[in-house]
């Protein structure tokens, strides 16, 4: 068993840049990765007419894991540095890691 979580992240595509910056510069931390990423909703409110006809929005999301101690401190600055700023997030927690 592993004391592990998996911080999930999907972001607008302009916050790409400034949050690789944030998640390596977060002590807890000590990798992600990334990728694009579309979301779905059925809620239309902030989508461009485009988005709506197209019914996806452009995110990038980020995937980082660290420890449970850590995750608190992280999603407090998290929440302080990028209020308002349309990331959503989700936690799960990590079963078993390494490597083949």
Same mark, same amino acid.
């Given at each position: ?19 690789? *910056?944030? =998640?390596?510069? !977060? ?12 979301? /779905?909703?059925?809620? &239309? ?23 449970? *101690?850590? =995750?608190?401190? !992280? ?12 990331? /959503?997030?989700?936690? &799960? ?8």
């Amino acid at each position: 068993m592993s004391d592990l979580v998996l911080l999930t992240l999907l972001a607008p595509p302009q916050l790409e840049d400034p949050l690789v *910056d944030w =998640l390596l510069s !977060t002590p807890a931390i000590q990798g992600f990765s990334s990728q694009a990423a579309s979301s /779905h909703s059925s809620r &239309t409110e902030g989508m461009s007419l485009n988005e709506q006809v197209a019914g996806r929005t452009r995110r990038i999301r980020f995937e980082a894991q660290l420890s449970a *101690d850590g =995750l608190r401190d !992280t999603l407090n600055v998290l929440r302080t540095d990028f209020r308002g700023s349309g990331i /959503h997030y989700w936690v &799960t927690p990590v079963l078993d890691v390494g490597g083949l």
